[in-house]
């Protein structure tokens, strides 16, 4: 059975409801087997356990938590031979239509060239966020419909050869 594991890295939550969202469909309706991992409590050892890797962050002032973007670098140098990557974010830009293309384009296409020179990741996305307020509300503007669409993408790339 293909081994897929979601990595995320979060600093208020929202990253990890949609890492998730996107292992209950790869589950459920793709069957793959998945380890979904928030990387503030657990290190990844061993990439090459996996057939398949998500690394997923959260944004803030600009930037990825530490832990997803070493990640990402770490795929880079390993470079594990006929791993599918996949790479997503959650940031309060990307979930504004007049802001997107500044998120897709600064937080992740920017990242990936950074990280993994030439490796190139099977699918990228930038979703929305949900940013806590001072009067401790939040913004939530994440489009569930886009993050279910986007994991069956992911998924149909994921189990084919
Ligand atoms: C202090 C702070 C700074 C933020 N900076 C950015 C930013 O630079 N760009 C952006 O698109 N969103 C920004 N956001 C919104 C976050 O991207 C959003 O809250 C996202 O869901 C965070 O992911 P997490 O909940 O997984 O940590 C910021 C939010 C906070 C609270």
Redesign the pocket.
């Known amino acids: 059975m293909s081994r897929t594991l979601i990595a ?9 409801e ?1 890492a998730q969202e996107i292992a209950g469909i790869l589950q459920e309706i793709y069957h793959l087997e998945v380890d979904l991992v928030d990387l503030s409590s657990r290190d990844i050892k061993n990439l090459q356990l996996y057939n398949n890797i998500i690394v997923g ?7 990825w ?1 530490g832990k997803a973007r070493r990640l990402l670098q770490q795929f880079h140098k390993k470079c594990p031979q006929g791993k599918k990557l996949a790479v997503f ?7 504004e239509p007049d ?1 997107y293309d500044f ?1 897709i384009e600064r ?1 992740v296409r920017q990242v990936i060239l950074r990280c993994l020179k030439t490796t190139k990741p099977v699918a990228y996305e930038a979703f ?5 307020l001072p009067d401790h509300t939040f ?1 939530d503007n ?1 489009d569930w419909g886009k993050i279910r669409e986007w994991a069956h993408h992911v998924g149909r790339i994921f189990s084919s050869d």
């Open positions: 995320f890295g979060t600093r208020y939550g929202a990253t990890a949609v962050s959260g944004i803030k002032m600009g930037r938590t974010v959650c940031s309060g830009r990307a979930g802001q998120a937080y929305g966020g949900r940013k806590p913004k994440r």
